[in-house]
């Protein structure tokens, strides 16, 4: 029994980690057409799963304290928030404006990551509300952050941002479904 729900966690998680992944590949997708060397492309993917480790963990923090003091509602806000991040990346996607690509050296690094993981804090916010496997989260979001960070630079190498807003549209979609599965 314990097996299964640690399986089912380890599922949810994992689906969750690609939901927020996505974000970082569509935007790593444009950024690819940006002539970047392979050394360069490793940090970029790097730095970014390590940011969506470090927003998580912000997250969890204040969901945990929150959770202490609202614990009837946890489940409700947890839900609310993932809806509302989902709304947002749909909202993103339909606005259809033109992004301003930051250079991916030093502190446009920095600000690059940080933009791309943002959402990754709401979403440690309701992790921690629930009591989830942090570490697992942890590991689950750099990782897949990480490598869909490295598919999206170098399949933007190759191809034209035609995929840039699909897969956008794809995480906006599996975060709305995994609020709505919180709220009812």
Known sequence: MVSSELFGEFITLS?????????AFSVSLGMGMIPLRLKRIAMIGIVIGIFHMIMPLAGVILGDLLSHQFGTYAKGVGGLLLLLLGIQMFWGTLREEEENVV??????????????????F??????GMFGAKIVL????FGGASMALTWAG?????????????????LGASILLGLGLRLLF
């Open 15 to 23: 689906i969750m980690a690609f939901a927020l992944g996505m974000d």
């Open 153 to 169: 630079l170098l399949l933007g190498r190759h191809v034209r941002s035609w995929l840039g807003v699909y897969s956008e549209i």
């Open 137 to 140: 989260a942890l590991i689950l």
């Open 122 to 127: 709401s979403v440690g916010l309701s992790l």
């Open 103 to 120: 250079n991916p050296h030093g502190m446009g690094l920095i600000v690059f990551a940080l933009s791309v993981s943002l959402d990754s």
